[in-house]
């Protein structure tokens, strides 16, 4: 199962929760705080989940995603939405929508965010293979 997940936010208390979180469930966690950071991993060499936050400085979630597919990044990545914006954005959903595997809403659900990296773990695995 595949057990890379890269947090993208710019919040440190959810980066370090999520990473606290994610390695008790023997996940190998990646943090970063803004877009461009997420872009530099994937171009390092990065494949696996990416828990995106939508609402940040500079370059948002959605530039984010944009950027990645632009750039062919996406092939063996998973991306899940964590994002405080209540509402879904179904005009950028409806663009990039097919490259979003989830949309969690924040404050989160724990239980369901890991069942859902669980399910994106098993699917990326089985996209990949």
């Known amino acids: 199962m595949n057990n890379k997940i890269m947090v993208v936010d710019d919040e440190s208390d959810i980066l370090e929760s999520l990473r ?10 990646t943090t970063v705080e803004s877009g461009d950071e997420c872009l530099r991993q994937l171009e390092k060499g990065f494949r696996g989940i990416i828990l995106m936050d939508i609402m940040m ?3 948002d979630g959605w530039d984010t995603i944009r950027e990645i597919v632009k750039r062919g990044l996406i092939r063996d990545v998973v991306i899940e939405i964590i994002t ?5 954005d ?11 595997y989830d949309y ?8 369901q965010l890991i069942d859902s990296v669980r399910k994106c773990s ?8």
Do not use: W
């Open 122 to 129: 098993i699917y990326l695995d089985a996209r990949n293979n």
């Open 90 to 100: 179904h005009e950028k959903l409806g663009e990039l929508g097919s490259y979003v």
């Open 104 to 111: 969690l809403t924040k404050p989160i659900d724990i239980k």
């Open 84 to 88: 405080g914006k209540g509402t879904k």
């Open 57 to 59: 400085p500079d370059m």
């Open 20 to 29: 606290a979180l994610f390695e008790r469930q023997k996940y190998e966690v």
